[in-house]
């Protein structure tokens, strides 16, 4: 079965399924890595920089529990390591 995805809305691939799930991982995927909420990662060398400024309130948890100050929400490859992840979660009990 050949069907047809356009990612980004600029460029159009037409293929088997196969084909669509290998874009995901490249395309979509990629982008996904860096929708983070307060926190900003910089690799100079082989030193990973995070900073997070803890003045700001993403409101609860879904359990209620805390409140969330940052997070990467769930692991995130670090730029430029494709073979390194990280998963990072800034929180206070409310």
């Given at each position: 079965?050949?069907?047809?995805?356009?990612?980004?809305?600029?460029?159009?691939?037409?293929?088997?399924?196969?084909?669509?799930?290998?874009?995901?991982?490249?395309?979509?995927?990629?982008?996904?890595?860096?929708?983070?909420?307060?926190?900003?990662?910089?690799?100079?060398?082989n030193i990973?920089?995070?900073?997070?400024?803890?003045?700001?309130?993403?409101?609860?948890?879904?359990?209620?529990?805390?409140?969330?100050?940052?997070?990467?929400?769930?692991?995130?490859?670090?730029?430029?390591?494709?073979?390194?992840?990280?998963?990072?979660?800034?929180?206070?009990?409310?």
């Amino acid at each position: 079965m050949i069907e047809s995805i356009q990612i980004a809305g600029i460029v159009t691939y037409t293929g088997t399924p196969k084909v669509f799930s290998d874009l995901y991982k490249h395309y979509i995927k990629k982008e996904e890595r860096f929708s983070m909420k307060n926190c900003d990662m910089k690799l100079t060398g082989n030193i990973l920089t995070i900073t997070v400024d803890v003045s700001k309130n993403f409101g609860k948890s879904s359990s209620g529990k805390s409140e969330i100050i940052a997070s990467t929400e769930g692991n995130v490859l670090v730029p430029d390591k494709e073979d390194i992840k990280i998963g990072l979660n800034v929180y206070k009990k409310v």
